[in-house]
């Protein structure tokens, strides 16, 4: 494969990519903005998210049985359940905002990064509907390159979210405020899953 190939794909791997994920921004500053989320955390679950996505895809393209498109909307109640757990949380939270709610032994850093990775899988229908036919149309070299912009660009991702969440000026406000809007971000995430989007 010469370089202009690859760079071809190189460039299709960050549309495909920049495509799929736009809504995760969004996602990905509310769980760095939820004082819950440490931000190993956030990156390990959507790393963990994007993986298993990825392999669903290869998967699909190699001609395995994937989960009907239909079927893929009922995800759309995860995201729905954890925003609504997230808000009857803050709703009946006791100890106050003063409290450290990474201190609460009802939730574990594995259970956050699974949170994450859930939420990242839940949204990623349409990741699997565009990645598995680009998968099949590539030669083993050319799958390989588009996994690995896939990767660099979750980080690169996950970085642009965590810099929206620290950021001088407007990371203070999404700090303060982002973690009561998480809950309905995921809900309604998971409302425009299950209507098809």
């Known amino acids: 494969m010469s370089v202009a190939p690859i760079v071809g794909t190189i460039l299709l791997a960050v549309t495909a990519f920049a495509a799929t994920n736009v809504d995760d921004i969004l996602i990905l500053v509310s769980f760095f903005a939820d004082h819950t989320y440490r931000p190993r955390e956030v990156l390990s679950g959507q790393y963990l998210g ?3 996505l990825i392999v669903a895809s290869l998967l699909g393209a190699l001609g395995a049985a994937l989960i009907p498109r239909a079927w893929l909307r ?3 109640l995860v995201p729905i359940a954890i925003g609504a757990y ?3 949380q803050q709703l009946h939270d006791k100890n ?3 409290a450290d709610p990474r201190a609460r032994p009802s939730r574990t850093a594995l259970n956050r990064m699974l949170s994450v990775g859930i939420v990242t899988i839940a949204n ?4 699997i509907g565009i990645y598995t036919p680009l998968f099949s149309v590539q030669s083993p070299l050319e799958r390989t390159t588009v ?3 896939f990767m660099i660009m979750t980080t690169i991702w996950c970085s642009l979210a965590h810099w929206l969440v620290s950021h001088k000026s407007f990371g203070a406000p999404i700090r303060q405020y982002g973690h009561r809007i998480a ?3 995921l809900i309604a995430l998971g409302a425009l899953i299950l209507h098809g989007i």
Do not use: A, K, S, Y
């Not at 990623?124 to 990741?127: F, L, T, Y």
């Open 96 to 98: 106050g905002e003063n």
């Open 74 to 76: 009922l995800l759309g």
């Open 124 to 127: 990623g229908g349409d990741n």
């Open 86 to 88: 997230r808000l009857w």
């Open 147 to 149: 996994v690995c912009v």
């Open 183 to 185: 809950p309905f971000v």
């Open 50 to 52: 994007m993986v298993t």
